[in-house]
């Protein structure tokens, strides 16, 4: 049992520090990083919890050992920073079609006035 919760614990303390290089090195942006950072430390402070807490939160909540019972809330962890991006993907996929379809428009603009100063100096 001590074994799982020393690899959680490294594992999260690995998630904290790639996610912090990630940041200094602008390949995450900062309103992405804290879930991610959240979700690191909730991780750590589960791991660290004595075992009597996970077998409450397993009693309370279903699984009876405290090993599936710290599956089960590192899961939910994940799954809520994991609907947390999903929201923000879906926002920016919306902002990218309105931009596309302001720039087709601009287009269509740029296109008719060309014609129109051809018209004009033709004639």
Not at 50 to 79: D, E, K, R, W
Request: glycine residues 4%.
């Amino acid at each position: 049992m001590d074994r799982l919760f020393n690899a959680l614990s490294l594992l999260s303390i690995a998630m904290i520090i790639s996610v912090l290089y990630s940041v200094r090195r602008a390949h995450i942006r900062v309103e992405y990083s804290v879930s991610w950072l959240l979700a690191a430390l909730i991780l750590l402070g589960i791991s660290r919890m004595p075992i009597a807490t996970l077998y409450l939160i397993g009693q309370y909540f279903g699984p009876t050992n405290p090993p599936a019972a710290l599956l089960m809330v590192s899961g939910c962890v994940f799954v809520v920073v994991i609907y947390l991006a999903t929201l923000r993907i879906s926002e920016l996929k919306d902002s990218n079609i309105a931009l596309a379809q302001r720039v087709a428009i601009l287009e269509y603009r740029l296109e008719s006035l060309d014609e129109k100063i051809k018209a004009s100096s033709d004639g």
